[in-house]
């Protein structure tokens, strides 16, 4: 257990920077052209230029090695991520399975063409049930790892839903649905922020928080473009948020 003040988070399931080349990761979904993965906290999905191992490559070594029912080995090289989740960020991730479909799929996510939610946890309690979110995002220029909510930026619109609000120690807590209608970066966490409740463990936007970051990828939806066929995948929701808001994640399952 790490903490912050009173309220402590119990460190997420993570990934170590040297993981072993043959950790295989969590398969939610596979079908012949489309593969989606639970993403562990502590690695990044895309390589950086640095030669850190990313979820693309344990993805990529896992099918060479025969590890992933369903997907032949020889696809390993063509194995590619079609979205990005930061580095402490858990739960979904799509992965294109054939370079000639990947095309079909990079317009569906291009298009936001997925019903992506998240999960996530915020500092305080929220006063409101239900909030659209529209509020553009552009780059920090002050500093190069931050966005910021600026009338010049992308736009950038966020559904949030309070499920359930908790005080522990004389701290409000709010457990939140988050529906994303478009993918700029750190969006959640920039909105949430700009609202004045950024989330449990945000470093960045936060108050300099250690604790594990309280946001997760949990369901994501749509029409597969290539098969037609209708694909609901849904991620486990990590041992961290059900700690804090065991009832309101175990309602989840029917959301």
């Not at 402590?8 to 596979?30: F, I």
């Not at 997907?71 to 399975?97: H, K, N, W, Y």
Request: net charge positive; aromatic share 6%.
């Amino acid at each position: 257990m790490r903490g912050s003040g009173p309220y402590t988070v119990q460190e997420s399931a993570t990934c170590r920077r040297d993981a072993p080349a043959d950790l295989s990761p969590r398969v939610l979904y596979v079908s012949e052209t489309l593969l989606a993965v639970d993403k562990p906290a502590g690695i990044i999905v895309h390589g950086d230029g640095t030669g850190t191992k990313t979820l693309t490559d344990l993805v990529r070594n896992a099918v060479e090695r025969g590890a992933i029912d369903h997907v032949a080995p020889t696809c390993a090289p063509e194995i590619q991520a079609l979205q990005r989740l930061d580095r402490d960020t858990t739960g979904i991730v799509l992965f294109s399975i054939c370079k000639r479909t990947q095309g079909a799929y990079d317009a569906l996510i291009a298009a936001h063409g997925a019903r992506k939610h998240y999960l996530a946890v915020a500092e305080g309690r929220v006063p409101w049930g239900q909030r659209d979110i529209r509020v553009p995002i552009g780059r920090d220029r002050h500093d190069a790892r931050r966005m910021r909510a600026s009338r010049t930026g992308k736009d950038a619109h966020t559904d949030a839903t309070v499920l359930d609000r908790r005080r522990i120690y004389g701290r409000w807590y709010t457990l939140l649905d988050l529906r994303l209608y478009s993918g700029r970066k750190h969006q959640i966490r920039v909105h949430l922020a700009h609202e004045g409740f950024p989330l449990v463990g945000d470093a960045l936007y936060g108050a300099g928080d250690t604790r594990s970051l309280m946001l997760h990828a949990r369901r994501f939806a749509f029409t597969d473009p290539v098969s037609r066929a209708l694909v609901d995948i849904h991620a486990p929701i990590p041992k961290r948020f059900r700690d804090l808001f065991p009832r309101s994640c175990a309602r989840l399952f029917d959301m």
